[in-house]
């Protein structure tokens, strides 16, 4: 069975920073895409970053240049480090992998969601 926890939301004031962790758990047979959505109150579920297996990142024209996300694929985790974050960017975030279990073939899976808050 896949976990996939997420942690590291919590709130935080305009310009500060926070650093999201997801640890993905089960028997894979190997991750290839990683990946961070958001979901604001009253709005669709959006593309933050992603970061490929072999290390190719994209990026939400929104967060360029303030985000970065990476992975240390000997723990199977994806990280995203977000800086001079803006109350516009308060969203419960959702880490979203595809992968590759034992016996399967490529599927994804999505963490529970963790609350990033931006307020003063």
């Known amino acids: 069975q896949v976990q996939l926890v997420e942690s590291g939301g919590g709130l935080v004031q305009p310009g500060g920073s926070l650093r999201l962790s997801c640890a993905v758990s089960g028997p894979i047979r190997s991750i290839y895409s990683m990946g961070w959505y958001r979901q604001a109150p009253g709005k669709q579920r959006e593309l933050v970053a992603t970061i490929s297996s072999g290390g190719t990142t994209t990026y939400a024209d929104s967060v360029k240049g303030r985000f970065t996300i990476s992975r240390d694929n000997a723990k199977n985790t994806v990280f995203l480090q977000m800086n001079s974050l803006k109350p516009e960017d308060t969203a419960v975030y959702y880490c979203?992998?595809?992968?590759?279990?034992?016996?399967?073939?490529?599927?994804?899976?999505w963490g529970q969601g963790t609350q990033v808050t931006v307020s003063s």
């Open positions: 979203k992998v595809i992968l590759m279990l034992l016996a399967s073939p490529p599927n994804t899976f």
